[in-house]
DNA sequence: CGAGGCATTGAGTCTGATCAATTTGAGTGG
DNA sequence: CCACTCAAATTGATCAGACTCAATGCCTCG
């Protein structure tokens, strides 16, 4: 019997693969090839063949969308447990970058399509988190078009609290609650579509206006919680 | 034998279920409403039940996402043989409009469900309709964070003669072009995330440098596909 | 022929970008 | 432990592109 290498899996019952069973597992295994990148690597380049999908275990990356001129707009972020890559592409759209150490469990494309074609309970999950993306790309949208850059920032505050696993977003407690940012006032910037100094302006103005508090660059208090969803406009 | 409501489908061979046979086709038939709607007409609002899905038969609609406070972003358009709706969604995201007279064939979301799950070869379309959606929606946020003005109508323009059909595309035949512009001014600056003045000015500043005639206001001929790609970026 | 919605054009303002100079702070090595 | 280094962040001054407000012109359809 072959060793089992998804057993020390980090995401085995998040990610995609969670719903197969052990001897589907088992052939899908036979595809996988891990791979791990440093922060700062690049996975996939836009423009390249599209040959490898991927399951991430552990880190973060962006995908990136750029005009001819350097322009730059991050379009999506990927945390672990995420399905990255763009099957029934033939191309890739999107630079795929680390913005940690990362690791990732990779599948060739083409093998990978016909595994999901024959496990309709896979595909039919990665359809559910792709409509999900769609959805939230979308709600993305009006947020770079519509909002003023201290709506941005507010909003993207909330957010990187909500998933830093805070409570700072929806109900009532309204306690002072601290995090990590997990990125540089740049790449906030390259999320957002602004520049990092405006960033850092609207930051240093909500600073002033006591709704936060910076200890350091990367460190941020979140204090009147209520304060910074209502400059977040709260689609 | 029942009445195929099928045989008259005008995207039957280009929506989602051309790929049933015609057993599978009744089934789905057995799910289906028909539906028209009139220009302007609302299919379905943020913020309610996602009740359904539909393939659009004819005309064509418009996803708007909005802020509280009124501010509008289009954030997708749909054509006939396109698949509307959020599948998997307990609640709708963006409001749906005609933008034209439509024609709708709409399905009960969960009953739609079950159904994509019982027929993996039309999820697996869907999941390649949607990842595709996803590609588009996040080059269109490079076009909205990062375009000038200029840039974005210039693609816009270019998106539209395609389209219709024109030829303005890529290649080297450097005919001139003419077609009629689908939306008023105020939905091309919905969907570039600008104002009307500002479209109405960067138009006229296209017609100034002979790129573009206009005749009437919905009418347009390309004169210089070369010079529009160039002030297009084209990603 | 008139009405009303679109579209164009103009003048002035303001937000956010750009250019430029410090300041901060985390990591290094003496 | 303290200087040193280098990238990241902040802050300031200026500028430009796009928005706002306002007036006018143009089609389309009763």
Redesign the interface.
């Known amino acids: 019997m072959s060793i089992d290498v998804c057993a020390g899996c980090p995401v085995r019952d998040r990610a995609l693969c969670r719903c197969l069973n052990d001897q589907e597992r088992l052939v899908l295994t036979g595809l996988c090839q891990r791979r791990r990148v440093a922060a700062g690597e690049t996975v996939m380049w836009a423009g390249e063949d599209s040959r490898i999908c991927a399951n991430l275990l552990s880190g973060v990356l962006k ?1 990136v ?5 350097g ?3 991050i ?2 972020l990927s945390y672990p447990a995420d399905f990255v890559g ?4 033939a191309e890739i ?2 630079t795929i970058t680390a913005l940690t150490d990362a690791e990732l469990c990779t599948f060739p494309r083409r093998p990978f399509e016909r595994f ?2 024959q496990h ?1 309970r896979m ?2 999950l ?3 988190r ?6 939230e ?6 947020t ?4 003023s850059a201290g709506e941005k920032v507010a909003e993207l505050l909330l957010d990187m609290a909500v998933r830093a696993g805070t409570s700072a977003g929806r109900p009532g407690l309204e306690e002072p609650v601290t995090f990590e940012l997990p990125m540089t006032r740049g790449h906030m910037a390259d999320v ?2 602004m520049t990092i100094e405006t960033v850092s302006r609207q930051l240093t103005k909500l600073k002033g206006a006591g709704v936060i508090v910076l200890s350091g660059a990367r460190t941020v208090t979140i204090v009147d919680a209520r304060g910074l969803r209502r400059r977040a ?3």
């Open positions: 995908a969308a750029a005009t001819a001129d322009r730059e707009q379009v999506g763009e099957p029934y592409a759209g999107f999901l074609e309709a595909g039919n990665l359809l559910q792709t409509l999900k993306a769609l959805s790309a979308r709600a993305r949208m009006l770079l078009a519509r909002l957002l579509g406009v709260a689609a």
